[in-house]
Nanobody
Framework: EVQLVESGGGLVQPGGSLRLACAASGFTFDDYAMSWVRQAPGKGRQWVSTLYAYIGDTHYADSVKGRFTISTDNAKNTLYLQMNSLQPEDTAVYYC????????????????????????WGQGTQVTVSS
């Protein structure tokens, strides 16, 4: 059974840092593109970042570029999102999601905000940035 379980969320002051984790089971990252997607209160989902682990290719939304870093620990089958210089506008529920590499083969897809764009989706972890 495939599972994605996020952790690491919490309350942090503006300018602070958090590291989110997404523990995966039932598949390996080398066969998937892994993304982080967030949803702020009262707003739609926003794509944050995508990692193609098999080639180490990363993509980021402009709003987080230079502040967030996506990575994996293949030995632990865990995806991470290191978030630095957090701002109140980063407050959201953060979800990790995975899609098989074959689904978008030959396209320019590198991430999206819709659940239907992914094969697997976690339950989310809350990040609140506030003083």
């Amino acid at each position: 059974e495939v599972q994605l379980v996020e952790s690491g969320g919490g309350l942090v002051q503006p300018g602070g840092s958090l590291r989110l984790a997404c523990a995966a089971s039932g598949f390996t990252f080398d066969d998937y593109a892994m993304s982080w997607v967030r949803q702020a209160p009262g707003k739609g989902r926003q794509w944050v970042s995508t990692l193609y682990a098999y080639i180490g290719d990363t993509h980021y939304a402009d709003s987080v570029k230079g502040r967030f870093t996506i990575s994996t620990d293949n030995a632990k089958n865990t995806l991470y999102l290191q978030m630095n210089s957090l701002q109140p506008e980063d407050t959201a529920v953060y979800y990790c999601a995975g899609v098989n590499l074959g689904r978008y083969l030959g396209t320019s897809w590198y991430g999206g905000s819709e659940k239907t764009e992914y094969d697997y989706w976690g339950q989310g972890t809350q990040v609140t940035v506030s003083s």
